[in-house]
């Protein structure tokens, strides 16, 4: 079957996972490995009414706890992906906001005029962790039938990082593309590039 109503390429949801209790204290929380708290929990297992989500045809996650327990709530076997783990925030790992900016203002200044090639203290740079989650998105979606939807878990940095390119717009404008727990959006990968995909809602 073919016309203009057929989807070609395959959607690709991505899903920020459920709350963890750093998230709450709003600490900087990149590849400590912790798990959901209990919202997350409940965040995480109200994804499986999203009739997009529970019509994917495949579910696949960052290899970091929070992540791999966001999937595995939807109820479906998941495919673990190295790559998709959230930025390395080195130095910064389980600080409170204030506290980090103070003992590093020569970063965050840095980072606020362009994150690009900027280093976190002691860990990797938006655009170093948006390749590695490019290459195994790429490999992923190059891996799936055409016309196929799956389910993506991953991070609040590396989502953000990835919708910038989809979006074709400069990474300093993350900021713009960032979820809440549990958020999603929905892109298309058709002849080896990143799409914005307008037709999908976006719970």
Known sequence: MTGPDVQRGVTVILVR???????????????????????????????????????????????????????????????????????????????????????????????????????VPGGESLDAARDRALAALDAVAADQPDGSSIVVVSHQLVIAAVSTWAYGVPLRSWRRYGLPNTGTRTLRWEGGRWRVDHRMPHP
């Open 17 to 119: 996972h459920g709350q963890t209790a750093w998230n709450a204290a709003r600490r900087f929380l990149g590849q400590t490995d912790i798990g959901l708290d209990a919202v997350g929990r409940v965040q995480a297992r109200r994804l499986v009414a999203v009739p997009e989500i529970a019509r994917a045809s495949a579910v696949y996650a960052s290899p970091l706890r929070r992540a791999r327990q966001t999937a595995d709530l939807l109820g479906r076997a998941v495919t673990v992906v190295p790559g998709l783990e959230e930025l390395h925030q080195g130095r910064l790992e389980g600080l409170e906001v204030a506290e980090a900016i103070a003992r590093h203002p020569t970063f965050f200044a840095a980072w606020a005029r362009d994150p690009t090639g900027v280093a």
